[in-house]
């Protein structure tokens, strides 16, 4: 069994910086990415950002690029995201995804953890 669990949201004004960390825990044999996905009330959930483990390959989405930073730390199966310059429009529940491999599922399975608000107060 994996679990990912979310730290880091809250209320901050426009401008501001939050820092989310998610930490992947369980039988872990190896983690191939992890990312951040947000839902905003009312949307679709979508990417926000992206790291291949192993490689430190990052991808974005464009309303982030500039702003946001994917990082990980492999020693302790975490991923964080710096967020800066936060934006009304980036409120929203972010979640964190992983797609780990474990002895039951050694090609990998698609894991989420349960989300942290983020508000963006103008």
């Known amino acids: 069994q994996v679990q990912l669990v979310e730290s880091g949201g809250g209320l901050v004004q426009a401008g501001g910086s939050l820092r989310l960390s998610c930490a992947a825990s369980?039988?872990?044999?190896?983690?191939?990415?992890m990312g951040w996905y947000r839902q905003a009330p009312g949307k679709q959930r979508e990417l926000v950002a992206a790291?291949?483990?192993?490689?430190?390959?990052?991808n974005y989405a464009d309303s982030v690029k500039g702003r946001f930073t994917i990082s990980r730390d492999g020693a302790k199966n975490t991923v964080y995201l710096q967020m800066n310059v936060l934006k009304p429009e980036d409120t929203a529940v972010y979640y964190c995804n992983g797609i780990i491999q474990t002895s039951r599922d050694p090609i990998g399975m698609n894991y989420w953890g349960k989300g942290t608000l983020v508000t963006v107060s103008s």
């Open positions: 790291i291949i483990v192993r490689s430190g390959r990052t």
């Open positions: 369980g039988s872990i044999l190896s983690i191939n990415t």
